[in-house]
């Protein structure tokens, strides 16, 4: 099956810097890719997402690149604010099966005032 | 607005104890989903369900089953509770339909087998 690796485990930036973060999959096959955003003591939600025939898409200050070829894609937050601490997780659509979801093993980025 | 429940937050077992764990969306989504969420490991996939009776393993469905009888409704049983099951456990469900992928996650439940 799908295997989906996520890093860094941790991430601390201040106020107003970038975050990135990298995850890359194994099934070339997969083709939809969805970050999901989870603050403390809540549940996962979907931030951004991208199909494999689309290299990049933002919204407001999130936005997500793929690169099919070395099979990785990046979630990239700009001018980051206290409220984007959270922890995030990529995940990859299953090829045989599209109901089928592989999560990344999150990020927990902590963004300093 | 999707709205996905879970019978409980907060649950105390003890070892050999037969536990249910409830979910219930009311979005009429085919697709069910239990996973449990374990610091540095992510979401993993116990099972998943993708119409009424139906159901397909995840990634790691030893030790536990899973029963949908109606649509709305999709229960994840312990048939033995053991310490390494105790987790955070979270239900999700989604559209069966192509082009509608998003997944729409339940509060949780976090599980204690002591």
């Known amino acids: 099956g799908e295997n989906v690796e996520q890093h860094p485990s941790t991430l601390s930036v201040q106020e107003g810097d970038s975050a990135v973060i990298k995850c890359t999959y194994s099934d070339s096959a997969s083709n939809y890719f969805p970050w999901y955003k989870q603050e403390l003591g809540k549940r996962p939600q979907l931030i951004i997402d991208i199909r494999s025939n689309v290299g990049e898409k933002k919204d407001q200050r999130i936005a997500v690149t793929l690169n099919k070829t070395a099979k990785h894609f990046s979630l990239h937050i700009t001018e980051t604010q206290p409220e984007d601490s959270a922890v995030y997780f990529c995940a990859a659509r299953g090829a045989n099966n599209f109901n089928k979801f592989y999560f990344g093993s999150g990020t927990k980025l902590n963004v300093k005032p | 607005d999707v709205k996905v429940t879970q019978s409980s937050r907060y649950l105390v077992k003890r070892t050999g104890e037969k536990v249910f764990l409830e979910c219930v969306q009311d979005m009429d989504h085919e697709n069910m989903f239990w996973y449990r969420q374990d610091p540095g490991l992510g979401l993993r996939l116990i099972y998943f369900?993708?119409?009424?009776?139906?159901?397909e393993k995840g990634d790691i469905p030893e030790g536990y089953s899973v029963s949908r009888e109606k649509k709305e409704r999709f229960s994840l049983i312990l048939e033995s509770a053991s310490t390494n099951q105790t987790s955070m456990y979270l239900c999700?469900?989604?559209?069966?339909?192509?082009?509608?992928?998003?997944?729409?996650f339940g509060p949780g439940t976090r599980l204690t087998v002591l």
């Open positions: 369900s993708y119409d009424v009776k139906m159901k």
């Open positions: 999700a469900s989604s559209l069966g339909l192509a082009g509608k992928n998003e997944q729409f």
